[in-house]
DNA sequence: ACCATATTTGTACTATCGTCCAAATAATCA
DNA sequence: TGATTATTTGGACGATAGTACAAATATGGT
């Protein structure tokens, strides 16, 4: 469990549990992102955050509203630093860097949250994968909310950087990059294994760049034309060049 | 074990189901393709069957053994018809053509399977990605044992086709292609929400060019260097063009 | 030290879970 | 046909789920 290392510096607080409600918290998420939400008992949370079960209920009346927090806990953070991140990556000027610093700027901030630097960020979004692979009624508002005017914004900025591609091939591509970042969270060891150990999959550095260098190359492609009939290569003819 | 209806006619056979197991197996394959494992429970399956929840203890045991049954429904045709679209897709002549024949070949019969055509293989996808993202242990082993040869052998042929790149970028960007399919049958709505409309998520063949398209300029791209510092543009100092 | 409040504890309730089992029914074949 | 097997049924079991609640305890202001 996710123990805070012991603090020396804020007098002697006593030994007991300083903040019963965040250790609930970091208990619920840590076993939420791993096991999913219909795995997880609250008895379970309890047990792994050293409280007892009606504490849970006090705190945060359902599970469900226990699972609410988690994300009010996390979204903000992530957003805002989603956003500026996004800003910064407008102001570069040569458009190939640009495009890639955007991607970067959606990328990051899955992996280092704002309130829990360490690991936090990808315990958070490893939860959102689980989630919404198991379509968790209560969380989908709650996305839909939260995370559909950021992707918006996203992909307004990567539009800028690539005119000449419609924005519906946009949007696939920035989903597909959704579901191989979430993937990759979701399954850590699956990459150092078909790699027959050349590859860590745990070293989140190395992901995100193999991460930002695919998408990059996957938004820069040209786009589907009109009839789907011929899956043929795709001369000059297009409405912009495909890659710069 | 397969049963046949000797009778031909009709007559006062009542509403009896002709074969339960079958029922069961395609009832629970719906629902858990669609809520996950966790959260159906065995008499949800029997009722949407139309059975008592004593008949799928008979047919299957435990309630894992009619998850594994369903993975063995569908394993192997499934890989039987990527092994087939493989070796056609190796025999085409000209590389770019050969390099989309080959992701095609990985992501066709994940829409299409061989047993059920009418949705079947997209159903069982779902099924996968979810129990990939509940980390479910008794799926765990079997998805290593089945899908990791093959996916060796689509790495291998896509490394035949793009030889200057490593063999770690392209784990990679095979690993991020499963996610975004994946993620692509798990939310099928999302594309049509960000696309504000003007692109219909459920449509599978639009679906599957998209991703062939985007995968495909990923596989291209120029592999990562081994010092991950500069995130720079990829002159042609790489030890192969980026894209041809 | 006192009181008011906040939190924790222990327990209990109902509902539902996966699984089991004996009896009832349908199907098969000598 | 009757005998035998295969399948379905309805009910039951113990375990565990989420939640509620009163008693016990800790906390903080005065």
Chains 1, 2 share one sequence.
Request: glycine share 6%.
């Amino acid at each position: 469990m996710v123990r805070k290392p012991t603090k020396s510096n804020v007098k002697a607080v006593s030994t007991r549990k300083p903040n019963m409600r965040e250790a609930i918290l970091a208990a619920a998420e840590e076993l939420f992102s791993t096991y999913g939400f219909n795995a997880v008992s609250v008895r379970d949370i309890a047990q792994a955050a050293g409280a007892n079960p009606g504490s849970v209920t006090y705190h945060f009346k359902t599970k469900d509203g226990l699972l609410l927090e988690i994300y009010r806990r996390h979204c903000g953070p992530m957003n805002r630093r989603r956003s500026e991140l996004l800003a910064a990556a407008r102001r570069v000027r040569d458009l190939q860097d640009r495009l890639e610093a955007i991607v970067r700027a959606y990328v990051l901030p899955a992996f280092t949250s704002g309130s829990d630097l360490a690991g936090g960020g990808t315990r958070f979004t490893r939860l959102r994968a689980i989630m919404s692979a198991e379509g968790n009624e209560v969380v989908r508002k709650i996305i839909a909310q939260t995370f559909d005017d950021t992707s918006h914004a996203f992909i307004d900025a990567i539009h800028e950087s690539l005119p000449h591609i419609p924005r519906t091939d946009l949007v696939w591509r920035g989903h597909f990059l959704l579901g191989a970042l979430y993937y990759t969270l979701v399954t850590p060891e699956r990459v150092s294994r078909l790699s027959r150990g050349s590859a860590d999959g745990t070293d989140a550095g190395h992901a995100i760049e193999e991460l930002v260098r695919a998408t990059v190359a996957a938004l820069q492609a040209a786009p589907l034309d009109p009839p789907i009939s011929a899956p043929r290569k795709v001369p000059g003819a297009a409405p912009g060049r495909a890659l710069t």
